[in-house]
């Protein structure tokens, strides 16, 4: 799969995919301070799916503010399972990649929710 991580990402989710054979590209590796719609330009453009723990992205699609086709996987984790968030996450895409086309997930350590994107205004 191809994803975006933006700067809000734990590192080591980008390390974990990355071993695991997924194309991530982190906005801190190439465009440091990018604002969350250039993130979404990005990922519009090369149709990534972008990876974020930044809550404001939720609020931003679904107000139409900016527009992201192939999706979103915001991480929600408390402090006491990140050990576990990045073999947890790599866990999650080998399962569920498929399932992520045009959704926003919300991924947490006991659930996992999928929202269809809206439609472009």
Same mark, same amino acid.
């Given at each position: 799969?191809? @994803?975006? $991580?933006?700067? %809000? #990402?734990?590192?080591?989710?980008?390390?974990?995919?990355r071993r695991a054979g997924h194309d991530v590209l982190a906005v801190i590796e190439f465009k440091r301070g990018a604002s969350d719609l250039e993130v979404c330009g990005i990922a519009r453009k090369e149709r990534r799916v972008v990876l974020t723990e930044d809550r404001d992205f939720g609020q931003l699609v679904f107000a139409g503010q900016i527009e992201v $086709? %192939?999706?979103?996987? @915001?991480? !929600? #984790?408390?402090e006491r399972s990140r050990a576990a968030l990045p073999e947890r996450i790599v866990e999650f895409v080998e399962r569920h990649g498929a399932s992520m086309a045009?959704? @926003?997930?919300?991924?947490?350590? !006991?659930r996992v929710r999928f929202r269809r994107l809206p439609g472009p205004s």
């Open positions: 799969m191809l @994803f975006l $991580a933006d700067e %809000s #990402c734990d590192f080591r989710v980008v390390v974990e995919l $086709a %192939s999706g979103v996987l @915001f991480l !929600r #984790c408390h045009g959704t @926003f997930v919300v991924w947490t350590p !006991r």
